[in-house]
């Protein structure tokens, strides 16, 4: 009963939100704010019809209703309850239903802000978020329903699929749900803005924030999207260039693209045209992913089997860009730009070269993505791109990335003096060669990673330097401790220094990526039992198999024991196994394990023969791996300072302070 009020609470919900993206725009044309608060209130009551319908699904999974489709494709009696409340995102109509429950929350946190001086704006950011709700909801209701009922309900269900049985599935697809969503704010004020047809920057002061949230729940999505990758696939690493990862880095090297040129138009009015195109395309990228995933024409271990949905997304798709399109052209001439550029040689400059990396990276791994439809659909033949294109195109590209946000700090606004700039790098540039030159003696000669690592290093003490810079200026002019020093800095620039948490982040993500992709290797030892091989300094012995109770009581479980003796002598033990899940046929192939911080050593039960007489087992030595968990704990770091509380106004001593660094800079 419950269930089918939750059916009916969605069904309202579509037409609550055709009604407040109706009633918005109809209420700014007459210029009526009646109608348009009527509309605001109608999209904040989408949130809380949208939950009860994920409520009424939850409650199906939870008391065992088979006699709904979706909850006897995706749980059974012997699913625990943590993975029957992660079931609702575990295929594409629940999915789906927890996207609009993710999406109409922003909507409903969007109604209940404060509308202040951007109230013009309100109607239209009402009605284009309204439209995006009514969209996902009518796919819910007339493509993916996952409250659609059987006439033969069966005794049990067919389990969730293994590979989501990982607890990292409770936070993964809704960090990536809430970037994805969060979006669509500022896609929404955007549009409202073309619409008013407004010369000023209120559009993108009103959501930046909002941009930033996106921004950051993306970037912890894709971290522990990494890790569940890491834990569960048994790829011996986090990255694969799989579909579904290149998804949502795409749109978040497009998204941060836009973040570093909205800089430009707020600090002096320029690229407003490029800004709305960037806003647009990260729009478009969200709905690209969404579509391809969804419907099943990636290949992908997490993606969605073939479905009717993807056509209906790719006819939205093309139909808002066009619509985008026509709005943007239609006002080109109130998107001039109030100043030139002055020089390349100038923070301006290098955020235009950091925007086209950025896109020129997030193209590449567009083209990448999609390639094996555009060789089916034109040769027949499904050619798939795997990660040596992606290793030798992209990485290049983020690398440069790397080195500029070493230099963006030290250029002033509209031209830089080369001579200022030179003495700055000094230092920096000094610890990257002595960096260099101890790896090169330490015995790690490859030439592009010794490039990688010398940048990286140059980088992070570039920016470390630049608190040094601050926490000095102040203690000198304030005579505060260096603790408090550091902390009222940032608190007087928190977007500035928590941006700069952020590329430090980046920079330790990118030591860790550096490590693994030049320096990891893998090998496959076959060993008979109570034999040993070694690979590096580590030697494993084999001591057999054993059958162990599965975790989830519906699959069977073999379990490979091997000692391992350490190059310091330690010893220890690692588990490796091998899941089998009779109901969905499938196998999952569990690692474990052991190492130190900077080398983790990962060990895979490939195969055995003879009841365990004989076994293969595939160890990969991944160096510096742990620094991309490590990086991408400071970036999220970066995004709390930047985002926490709202840059205070500056006070006389804090002037001085500026005046003292930019003294000491010289």
Same mark, same amino acid.
């Given at each position: 009963?419950?269930?089918?009020?939750?059916?009916?609470?969605?069904?309202?919900?579509?037409?609550?939100?055709?009604?407040?993206?109706?009633?918005?725009?109809?209420?700014?044309?007459?210029?009526?704010?009646?109608?348009?608060?009527?509309?605001?209130?109608?999209?904040?009551?989408?949130? !809380?019809?949208?939950?009860?319908?994920?409520?009424?699904?939850?409650?199906?999974?939870?008391?065992?209703?088979?006699?709904?489709?979706?909850?006897?494709?995706?749980?059974?009696?012997?699913?625990?309850?943590?993975?029957?409340?992660?079931?609702?995102?575990?295929?594409?109509?629940?999915?789906?239903?927890?996207?609009?429950?993710?999406?109409?929350?922003?909507?409903?946190?969007?109604?209940?802000?404060?509308?202040?001086?951007?109230?013009?704006?309100?109607?239209?950011?009402?009605?284009?978020?309204?439209?995006?709700?009514?969209?996902?909801?009518?796919?819910?209701?007339?493509?993916?329903?996952?409250?659609?009922?059987?006439?033969?309900?069966?005794?049990?269900?067919?389990?969730?699929?293994?590979?989501?049985?990982?607890?990292?599935?409770?936070?993964?697809?809704?960090?990536?749900?809430?970037?994805?969503?969060?979006?669509?704010?500022?896609?929404?004020?955007?549009?409202?803005?073309?619409?008013?047809?407004?010369?000023?920057?209120?559009?993108?002061?009103?959501?930046?924030?909002?941009?930033?949230?996106?921004?950051?729940?993306?970037?912890?999505?894709?971290?522990?999207?990494?890790?569940?990758?890491?834990?569960?696939?048994?790829?011996?690493?986090?990255?694969?260039?799989? !579909?579904?990862?290149?998804?949502?880095?795409?749109?978040?090297?497009?998204?941060?693209?836009?973040?570093?040129?909205?800089?430009?138009?707020?600090?002096?009015?320029? #690229?407003?045209?490029?800004?709305?195109?960037?806003?647009?395309?990260?729009?478009?990228?969200?709905?690209?992913?969404?579509?391809?995933?969804?419907?099943?024409?990636?290949?992908?271990?997490?993606?969605?089997?073939?479905?009717?949905?993807?056509?209906?997304?790719?006819?939205?798709?093309?139909?808002?860009?066009?619509?985008?399109?026509?709005?943007?052209?239609?006002?080109?001439?109130?998107?001039?730009?109030?100043?030139?550029?002055?020089?390349?040689?100038?923070?301006?400059?290098?955020?235009?070269?950091?925007?086209?990396?950025?896109?020129?990276?997030?193209?590449?791994?567009?083209?990448?993505?999609?390639?094996?439809?555009?060789?089916?659909?034109?040769?027949?033949?499904?050619?798939?791109?795997?990660?040596?294109?992606?290793?030798?195109?992209?990485?290049?590209?983020?690398?440069?990335?790397?080195?500029?946000?070493?230099?963006?700090?030290?250029?002033?606004?509209?031209?830089?003096?080369?001579?200022?700039?030179?003495?700055?790098?000094?230092?920096?540039?000094?610890?990257?060669?002595?960096?260099?030159?101890?790896?090169?003696?330490?015995?790690?000669?490859?030439?592009?990673?010794?490039?990688?690592?010398?940048?990286?290093?140059?980088?992070?003490?570039?920016?470390?330097?630049?608190?040094?810079?601050?926490?000095?200026?102040?203690?000198?002019?304030?005579?505060?401790?260096?603790?408090?020093?550091?902390?009222?800095?940032?608190?007087?620039?928190?977007?500035?220094?928590?941006?700069?948490?952020?590329?430090?982040?980046?920079?330790?993500?990118?030591?860790?990526?550096?490590?693994?992709?030049?320096?990891?290797?893998?090998?496959?030892?076959?060993?008979?039992?109570?034999?040993?091989?070694?690979?590096?300094?580590?030697?494993?012995?084999?001591?057999?198999?054993?059958?162990?109770?599965?975790? #989830?009581?519906?699959?069977?479980?073999?379990?490979?024991?091997?000692?391992?003796?350490?190059?310091?002598?330690?010893?220890?033990?690692?588990?490796?196994?091998?899941?089998?899940?009779?109901?969905?046929?499938?196998?999952?192939?569990?690692?474990?394990?052991?190492?130190?911080?900077?080398?983790?050593?990962?060990?895979?039960?490939?195969?055995?023969?003879?009841?365990?007489?004989?076994?293969?087992?595939?160890?990969?030595?991944?160096?510096?791996?742990?620094?991309?968990?490590?990086?991408?704990?400071?970036?999220?770091?970066?995004?709390?300072?930047?985002?926490?509380?709202?840059?205070?106004?500056?006070?006389?001593?804090?002037?001085?302070?500026?005046?003292?660094?930019?003294?000491?800079?010289?």
């Amino acid at each position: 009963m419950f269930t089918d009020l939750g059916h009916l609470a969605v069904i309202f919900a579509f037409i609550t939100a055709l009604y407040a993206a109706f009633i918005s725009a109809f209420g700014a044309i007459r210029n009526d704010d009646r109608f348009v608060q009527s509309g605001r209130i109608a999209a904040l009551m989408i949130f !809380p019809l949208v939950l009860i319908g994920a409520l009424g699904l939850w409650y199906a999974l939870l008391t065992h209703d088979f006699g709904v489709r979706y909850v006897a494709s995706v749980s059974n009696r012997a699913t625990p309850l943590f993975f029957r409340i992660t079931a609702l995102w575990g295929s594409q109509d629940g999915s789906i239903l927890f996207w609009c429950l993710i999406m109409s929350a922003f909507v409903a946190a969007a109604m209940l802000r404060s509308w202040g001086r951007d109230k013009p704006l309100l109607p239209w950011v009402t009605m284009t978020m309204a439209l995006v709700m009514a969209f996902f909801l009518f796919l819910e209701l007339f493509f993916a329903n996952a409250f659609t009922r059987q006439d033969f309900p069966p005794a049990d269900g067919r389990g969730l699929n293994p590979l989501l049985r990982h607890p990292g599935m409770i936070i993964h697809p809704p960090m990536l749900y809430a970037g994805y969503t969060g979006l669509l704010v500022p896609f929404a004020f955007c549009v409202a803005s073309l619409i008013e047809r407004r010369t000023d920057n209120l559009w993108l002061e009103s959501s930046r924030r909002w941009t930033l949230v996106g921004w950051a729940f993306l970037t912890a999505g894709l971290a522990l999207g990494g890790r569940w990758a890491h834990d569960v696939l048994g790829w011996g690493g986090y990255w694969g260039w799989d !579909p579904s990862e290149n998804k949502p880095l795409i749109t978040w090297l497009i998204a941060t693209a836009f973040l570093h040129s909205a800089m430009i138009q707020e600090k002096r009015g320029m #690229f407003k045209n490029w800004n709305v195109f960037l806003m647009m395309l990260t729009f478009a990228s969200m709905f690209f992913g969404t579509a391809f995933i969804r419907s099943g024409l990636l290949t992908s271990v997490h993606a969605f089997a073939a479905s009717d949905i993807g056509p209906v997304f790719m006819v939205a798709m093309v139909a808002i860009l066009a619509a985008c399109a026509l709005l943007w052209l239609t006002r080109l001439d109130t998107l001039k730009s109030e100043h030139m550029l002055d020089s390349a040689f100038s923070r301006e400059g290098i955020f235009l070269i950091q925007n086209v990396l950025f896109l020129s990276s997030a193209f590449t791994v567009f083209i990448g993505t999609v390639f094996p439809l555009l060789s089916e659909a034109l040769s027949g033949t499904r050619i798939t791109v795997g990660p040596p294109f992606y290793d030798q195109v992209v990485v290049p590209q983020l690398l440069a990335l790397v080195l500029l946000m070493g230099v963006a700090p030290l250029l002033a606004w509209r031209k830089a003096s080369v001579a200022s700039v030179g003495r700055q790098m000094i230092v920096p540039l000094v610890i990257a060669l002595v960096t260099s030159v101890g790896l090169f003696a330490s015995g790690l000669t490859q030439p592009i990673a010794l490039a990688g690592f010398a940048l990286c290093a140059y980088t992070l003490a570039q920016t470390l330097a630049e608190y040094v810079r601050g926490v000095r200026a102040r203690m000198q002019s304030l005579g505060e401790s260096a603790p408090l020093a550091l902390l009222r800095l940032a608190e007087r620039n928190q977007r500035r220094y928590g941006g700069y948490l952020i590329h430090i982040g980046v920079v330790l993500l990118a030591i860790g990526a550096l490590g693994k992709g030049f320096y990891g290797y893998d090998v496959i030892r076959s060993v008979k039992l109570n034999e040993s091989f070694t690979v590096g300094g580590y030697t494993f012995t084999y001591r057999g198999l054993r059958a162990v109770p599965c975790e #989830f009581n519906d699959c069977q479980t073999t379990q490979a024991m091997l000692l391992v003796t350490g190059p310091d002598g330690n010893l220890s033990a690692v588990f490796p196994s091998r899941d089998f899940y009779p109901a969905q046929q499938h196998t999952a192939t569990i690692p474990f394990t052991t190492g130190h911080f900077n080398e983790e050593v990962y060990v895979l039960l490939a195969n055995w023969e003879n009841a365990g007489a004989l076994a293969s087992f595939q160890v990969y030595v991944n160096p510096l791996i742990n620094w991309v968990w490590v990086g991408s704990v400071v970036m999220i770091l970066g995004f709390l300072v930047a985002y926490w509380k709202a840059p205070e106004r500056e006070t006389a001593p804090a002037v001085a302070v500026r005046q003292a660094v930019r003294a000491s800079a010289r």
